[in-house]
C-alpha cells in the first residue's frame, strides 16, 4: 500500500525469550483499582468504583538498565503510578470472564506515568485528562512475559523503588477488579483486540519523580521495569 507521507513505526514492545516483538494497537489504563490510591486520591472506593481512560500506543517506551527517560515537558509534578500491564493475544465485544481470559497472551511492569499538576486542573475544570496521561513517551514498560511461562497471574506483590526506597508496595490481589473483570468492562466498551496493553491500576504511594532518580518496579514473575529519570 502506498502513503503520501511516511507511516509511523509500529509500536512495539521487547519480549521475554522471543526476538520478535508485541506489537501495540491501543493502551488502555484503570483508574483507582486499588481502594488505598483511591483514598489517597481524596475518593471513597466503596462509592466510585473503577473506570478507563486510553494513551496512544506510541506513548510506549521501552525500558531497561541503560534505559533514559526524558523529564517531559509542560509539568512541574510528573508523578509515577507503578502498575501490571495486561497484553492481549485475543479481544471481541461483550466478553464473558471465561472469554476474557482467553485473551490474555502476556504481562509486563509498566509504569503510567502522570503530569498531576495538569491533571488536577483538568479535574477542577471538568476537562478531559489527555495533556495529563497522554504525553509523550507517558507509558514505559518493560518487556512482555508470555502468559505461557508465567501462568494466570492474580496474586503477588508489585513495589517500586526510587533509588533504592520503596516508595509503592502493593499485592495484585487487592485489585477492585481483576483481571477478567477489566477485559469484561473494556469489551463493553470497546472492540477488544490483539495487541491491546491494558494499565491495571497503581497500588497506594504515589508521588513525583525528580531527575536523576533511578526507578526499579518489581512484579512477582515478571522482569523488573528499569529506568533513570534524564537530567
Ligand atoms: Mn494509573
Redesign the pocket.
Known amino acids: 500500500m502506498a502513503f503520501v507521507i511516511n507511516p509511523p513505526p509500529q509500536a512495539a514492545v521487547p519480549v521475554v525469550g522471543e526476538a520478535g516483538l508485541f506489537p501495540v494497537r491501543r493502551i488502555f489504563?484503570?483508574?483507582r483499582n486499588y481502594a488505598a490510591h483511591a483514598r489517597e486520591m481524596g475518593h471513597d472506593p466503596q462509592r466510585e468504583p473503577p473506570f478507563f481512560f486510553t494513551k496512544p500506543a506510541d506513548a510506549v517506551f521501552a525500558t531497561g538498565p541503560d534505559a533514559t527517560w526524558p523529564y517531559p515537558c509542560a509539568s512541574q509534578d510528573v508523578h509515577h503510578?507503578f502498575?501490571l500491564v495486561v497484553a492481549l493475544g485475543a479481544g471481541g465485544r461483550d466478553l464473558d470472564t471465561a472469554r476474557a481470559r482467553d485473551c490474555v497472551w502476556g504481562y509486563a511492569a509498566g509504569l503510567?506515568m502522570?503530569r498531576r499538576d495538569l491533571q488536577a486542573e483538568a479535574k477542577q475544570k471538568g476537562r478531559p485528562w489527555d495533556v495529563a496521561k497522554a504525553f509523550d513517551r507517558a507509558a514505559p514498560i518493560g518487556p512482555i512475559t508470555p502468559k505461557a511461562k508465567t501462568g494466570w497471574l492474580d496474586s503477588g506483590s508489585i513495589t517500586l523503588r526510587i533509588d533504592g526506597e520503596v516508595r509503592q508496595q502493593g499485592e495484585l490481589s487487592d485489585m477492585i477488579w481483576s483481571i477478567p473483570d477489566i477485559i469484561v468492562a473494556l469489551s463493553g466498551l470497546f472492540e477488544l483486540k490483539p495487541g491491546d496493553l491494558i494499565?491495571t491500576?497503581?497500588p497506594e504511594g504515589v508521588g513525583p519523580v525528580r531527575p536523576g532518580q533511578r526507578l526499579e518496579g518489581v512484579i512477582d514473575g515478571l522482569e523488573p521495569l528499569r529506568l533513570e529519570v534524564a537530567g
Request: proline share 0%; aromatic share 10%.
Open positions: 489504563c484503570v483508574a503510578e502498575e503510567d502522570t494499565f491500576g497503581t
